[in-house]
């Protein structure tokens, strides 16, 4: 019997015991209300130490400093209940500047969808705030510091470190040696098992305006399997040489087969520019056509048929060594839709569709909740008039 009472009394002092008190977590609320984890910081400072680089602040000083660790706590309580999303989850606690428990968070999120581009998004912009380069070491050797922390195996501070890099190197054409990655370094990269190490090396050819890299980035842009790789290509292809990437996409949105077609109206939604809305309209116009249908659209020609291009996703046309090819889509006059007298689009299921009108939501740059026939009419009705 005492040994009973003695079990329950040991039950209860264990379930009122109060939980360990979690390590102070320093947060530097600036001026502004922006939060930022810091190692150490007073009201006033300009600079400060985090745990991934100095933050500087020059004109949006320090008002206080308080502890983040119970908020921290908080939205992992309610993330794991599954009251916030994983998006959701990110979003605060970057918007918290909770440094550390975001790479953690980013890790978890990737671990289970490593497909998910926004963890790679929320670190960059961190990464381009930060800067982990000793202040001791030269300037000209910032550059090699940086890459060998991308190239190092611990990926919150690749990430970052891939951030920042991208914000110091200089574009090829004005470069000098010691302040751009090697085109060899480069290539090298884009090939290893690293998706960090495949996305920085995308971001930063097209930073560095790398116009040799121009097919393998258009190439990854459309056919790698990894989402944060595939849409780091299409950012690098658009910085390198945009009116030949555009064309590259619009032709496989139109004809390309599978999920080329996919990563084409992704990539024209997000990097188009103006002249993608052209003809992300004329693929959604055939959309409720059949084939072997020919209708006008627009002053224009569709013809909708039932197979892909195989020839698509070729390069051949962007290779100067083969002087057989058509060049006449890389003028800079010409868009591939005017090409001909008739645009050939290839029959495409409801997945497309459905994101292509994505894809127009992201050129406008809202949500316009328009289905396809309002965006037709909005075209035709609106959009044409307003450039005749």
């Not at 400072?45 to 985090?50: A, N, S």
């Not at 918007?95 to 990737?110: H, K, N, P, Y």
């Not at 490593?114 to 000209?140: C, F, I, M």
């Not at 029959?347 to 037709?376: F, M, N, Q, V």
Request: charged letters at 25%; a negative charge; one cysteine or more.
């Amino acid at each position: 019997m005492a040994s009973l009472a003695g079990s329950l009394l040991a039950v209860i002092l264990v379930q009122s015991a109060p939980e360990p008190q979690a390590p102070p977590i320093p947060i530097a609320v600036l001026q502004s209300g922006q939060r930022v984890e810091c190692v150490e910081a007073e009201a006033g400072d300009r600079e400060f130490q985090t745990p991934y680089g100095l933050f500087r602040s020059p004109t949006n000083p320090v008002e206080k400093v308080v502890d983040g660790a119970q908020q921290a706590k908080d939205l992992r309580k309610l993330r794991s209940a599954g009251v916030l999303d994983d998006f959701t989850w990110l979003h605060d606690l970057s918007t918290a500047g909770q440094l550390r428990e975001l790479s953690m968070a980013c890790l978890e999120v990737l671990a289970q969808d490593h497909q998910n581009t926004y963890p790679y998004e929320l670190l960059e912009s961190w990464g381009r705030k930060l800067d982990p380069v000793p202040a001791k070491l030269d300037r000209d050797k910032r550059i090699s510091w940086l890459w060998k922390r991308v190239t190092g195996k611990d990926f919150t501070l690749a990430v970052l470190a891939g951030a920042k890099l991208r914000e110091e190197v200089s574009q090829s054409s004005q470069a000098q040696n010691e302040r751009v990655v090697s085109i060899r370094q480069l290539r090298s990269a884009i090939r290893s098992k690293s998706i960090v190490q495949r996305r920085v090396a995308c971001l930063v050819a097209g930073q560095q305006r790398e116009f040799t890299m121009r097919e393998l980035l258009l190439e990854t842009s459309i056919a790698d399997k990894l989402d944060p790789v595939r849409c780091a290509a299409a950012e690098g292809t658009h910085q390198i040489h945009a009116h030949s990437a555009r064309q590259y996409w619009v032709r496989n949105l139109a004809q390309g087969s599978g999920a080329h077609r996919d990563a084409a109206a992704w990539n024209l939604g997000h990097f188009g520019g103006a002249d993608a809305l052209n003809a992300l309209i004329h693929v959604l116009a055939a959309w409720e056509h059949k084939p072997p249908e020919r209708f006008r659209f627009a002053d224009r020609t569709i013809w909708v048929v039932h197979r892909s291009d195989r020839s698509a996703g070729d390069l051949g046309g962007y290779n100067p060594e083969k002087l057989e090819v058509d060049f006449r889509h890389l003028s800079p006059d010409l868009e591939f839709l005017d090409l001909g007298s008739t645009f050939t689009v290839t029959r495409y299921g409801e997945s497309l569709h459905i994101l292509i009108l994505e894809a127009l939501d992201t050129w406008a740059g809202e949500k316009t909740d328009r289905d396809t026939a309002a965006w037709i009419t909005w075209y035709l009705e609106v959009w044409l008039p307003s450039r005749a």
